[in-house]
């Protein structure tokens, strides 16, 4: 019984599964390699009308994140998740996203 509650607590817990997609519409066609904020480098993959990328950081839109996605690609026409989080055209935050683009 302690092994199955150590599991349920440590290895099972859904904090350390759940997995979250982030997408950001563009027309970049390739993989980019962007770091994220206080955490490891991230891999988005560009089809052309999507980029997108997943892990388990949360699932939040981060400024930040998007950014350096911008810098690398070019503005964005929206930045959202599978949480349900989105920054589409009328989005404050997604005018300040694409602000760093060259």
């Known amino acids: 019984m302690k092994k199955l509650l150590f ?46 990328m997943s892990g388990s950081w949360g699932n939040a839109l981060s400024l930040d994140s998007c950014q350096s996605l911008v810098l690398r690609i070019g503005k964005i026409s929206y930045y959202k998740n599978s949480a349900g989080a989105i920054w589409n055209a009328r989005s404050t935050e997604l005018a300040q996203c694409n602000q760093v683009a060259r």
């Open 7 to 52: 599991c349920l607590i440590v290895y099972c817990s859904p904090a350390m599964a759940a997995q979250t997609t982030w997408y950001a519409g563009s027309s970049y066609k390739g993989t980019v390699t962007v770091p994220i904020e206080n955490g490891p480098n991230v891999v988005w993959k560009c089809n052309g009308r999507v980029c997108s």
